[in-house]
């Protein structure tokens, strides 16, 4: 009876039970979270100050492009929030897409040594990208603060639920381009195509209403879909919307933008487990490929 319970538990070698073991693995998530910031700042003068430098020089480029040069701020009110929120939501999107697709390949000398559930990797990647988010997140709030920020608690709600929104739909992207990665090293050239694109393809340059004007209705649904479109508008409603001058204005928000909201966390949460499952189809080659 000792031998067989014994057997029940073991398990085809490379293989785990997948994200749902990662709080078993709390310790040594906090260890590769702490050792990848580590690493990327070592040698740095500024350190974790480019969490600042960068955004903040993106912001500037495209206020003046597309703001000043382009007029979008006579378009939209308070549009250096309105922009910024969006391009905190896409700067955390395409950080942790970015990180999570190389975290098999940056840690090949662990995946080939010990055993540990291999999603470890893209899950420590998320977190140092919410370490890095938070410090851009709290820069737009003293921002939103300068514009009059008041918000209330649906405003509140809002920013939780895009940060939902968004860190799910790239870890489940991640969880998929990762075991590619390994595969295929041209996987992480496609992801540099998606972040190149994805802030074109959401509202954080230009308002809804322009692709409501001038998509059919076809294409409006299928550009609402995409719950990268539905984190933005969450940012934006969450810091945007309650500042002075936009407060309480009608047509902020696309029509039926709740519900869209919600079918984006219902799609985050579907590309998480088809993320899962292409990982885990994948995962005992990892060490062998390496």
Known sequence: MKGRSDSRRLRRPGHSRGLAEIPRWGFLLKLLVRKELRVRYRGSALGMLWTY????????????????????????????????????AI????????????SIVWNAPLVGKIYLPRELFPVSSLWVAFVHF????????????????????????AFVL??????????????????????FRDAENFVELIAMVVMWLSPVFYSWSLVKQAAPDWLWIIYQSNPLVSGVE?????????????????????????????????????????????????????????
């Not at 799910?168 to 075991?179: K, N, R, T, V």
């Open 91 to 102: 700067n955390f999107f395409n950080e942790v897409f970015r990180n999570t697709t190389g």
């Open 53 to 88: 430098v960068k955004p903040a020089t993106q912001l500037v480029v495209y206020y003046l492009a597309m703001g000043k040069f382009l007029s979008l701020d006579r378009q939209i009110s308070n549009y250096v929030v309105y922009l910024f929120s969006g391009m905190v």
């Open 134 to 157: 938070l410090p851009q997140a709290g820069v737009l709030l003293v921002g939103a603060l300068v514009f009059g920020w008041r918000p209330g608690p649906a405003n509140l709600a």
């Open 234 to 290: 969450l940012f934006h409603y969450a810091f945007w919307a309650p500042t002075s001058g936009v407060r309480g204005t009608a047509g902020v928000m696309p029509p039926d933008w709740m519900a869209w909201a919600g079918e984006a966390l219902l799609g985050a949460v579907v590309l998480v487990a088809i993320g899962q499952m292409v990982f885990r189809r994948h995962e005992a080659k990892f060490a062998q490929e390496l």
């Open 162 to 183: 895009g940060v939902l929104v968004v860190g799910l739909m790239s870890l489940g992207l991640g969880l998929m381009f990762a075991a590619w990665n390994v595969l």
